[in-house]
């Protein structure tokens, strides 16, 4: 049996989905009808949970084509270099052979661009925006569709993933995702809040200029509420001692209103997200809309709906009228990048 797999590597975890495939279409996988997860947050890692994964294949199963979609810049679909991991962080197409992956058959893509592909696929899905979506924002139109045109995908999570999607002028034409970096240039400061958690960042991570990223982040969350806790009288304990995820823990504290310096915390990181939004969508002239998706913000939605994010990113006084007509949603699926890998690993199988 022909089988393709896509992988989802992230900042601290990796996932894999395998399916089958018959006469050039994708179908579920009988003996692997889940996805496969694992702490992943090495090569060494990455390594072995791919070994791992192909050794439990099935001896009937044939694999044809394998697509990773990547936390971190790929340079000519030959290397990347993963964002949030620890030395090494630079892995090879060849390197992915050697481990098992089909020779000439293995793309590697960013998981922001993969994500694209699911998101494409969403939303041919769910043109209304009634399932896979929520609008957040509308665009002073009265047509109850998701509108045709440019996009933006954005994904805080571990770290802060960014792409636009360019929309063919041909109906019918494919699109052309183009994952950004633009999250790794500097933050710029906006207000006192920003100035006293980047003069945190300064002095306690020793991060001279600090970055979208280093604020629209996990880490960042954290940090953000480390530096208002120590800017302000703070009461009660701090929530992110002794815990495995101190984003986590904050962005729970956060939404239940039970520490301040916490809820304080997760509105100013989606006021950043906001302004970074709005960043994106004036880049790419997102007619099509802003699309914010990843686990957290299905996690956080409830906060999302109530919080800045809306207000900065309509808060520019030169293409306000231009961003009203940018609609926000919401993604209420995680999937999206394992979605784009299965699609581009069926697509490299032809080759």
């Known amino acids: 049996m022909d089988i393709v797999i896509g992988f989802d590597v992230g900042g601290t975890n990796s996932r894999a989905t395998i399916a089958r495939v018959e006469n050039g279409t994708l179908m579920s996988h009988s003996d692997f009808p889940t996805l496969i997860s694992e702490k992943v947050a090495s090569k ?25 979609a990547l ?33 000439n058959r293995t793309i590697m893509a960013n998981d922001m ?29 009265s047509s109850g569709e998701i509108p045709k045109g440019n996009r933006v995908f954005i994904a805080p999570g571990t770290g802060l993933g960014a792409a636009g999607i360019i929309e063919g002028i041909e109906k019918g034409t494919r699109i052309y995702p183009i994952a950004a970096e633009l999250q790794n240039t500097p933050m710029p400061i906006l207000q006192e809040v920003t100035g006293i958690i980047a003069s945190w960042l300064q002095d306690h991570e020793h991060i001279a ?49 039970s520490d301040a ?15 970074f939004c709005q960043l994106m969508a004036l880049g790419f002239q997102a007619f099509g809309g802003v699309f914010i998706g990843g686990t957290s913000t299905i996690k956080n939605r409830d906060f ?15 293409q306000q009228s231009l961003l009203d007509l940018f609609p926000i949603y919401l993604v209420e699926e995680s999937d999206l990048n394992l979605d784009g890998a299965l699609w ?8």
Not at 77 to 99: A, C, G, L, S
């Open 44 to 68: 060494k890692e990455l390594r072995e949970f791919i070994g791992s994964l192909l050794s439990s294949l099935p001896t009937t199963d044939k694999l044809i084509g394998a697509a990773l």
């Open 71 to 103: 936390a971190g810049p790929i340079t000519h679909r030959r290397e990347v270099t993963m964002t949030n991991w620890r030395e090494p962080k630079n892995i090879t197409i060849e390197e992915f052979v050697d481990w098992g992956l089909p020779a």
């Open 113 to 141: 661009e993969a994500g694209c592909y699911g998101l494409a696929k969403r939303i041919q899905e769910d043109k209304s925006a009634s399932r896979h979506f929520e609008q957040l924002k509308g665009n002073n139109t």
């Open 209 to 257: 200029h600090p970055s979208w990223d280093d604020f629209v982040s996990g880490r960042g969350l954290a940090n953000a509420y480390r530096a208002l806790r120590a800017a302000g009288a703070a009461s009660g304990p701090d929530v992110t001692i002794g815990v495995t995820d101190p984003a986590s823990a904050v962005a729970k504290a956060g939404m239940m209103g």
């Open 261 to 275: 310096s916490a809820e304080q915390a997760l509105s100013f990181f989606y006021t950043c997200a906001g302004y």
């Open 304 to 318: 999302i709906r109530k919080s800045p994010l809306v207000d900065a990113f309509s808060d520019n006084s030169t």
């Open 344 to 351: 581009l690993g069926l697509d490299a199988s032809r080759k």
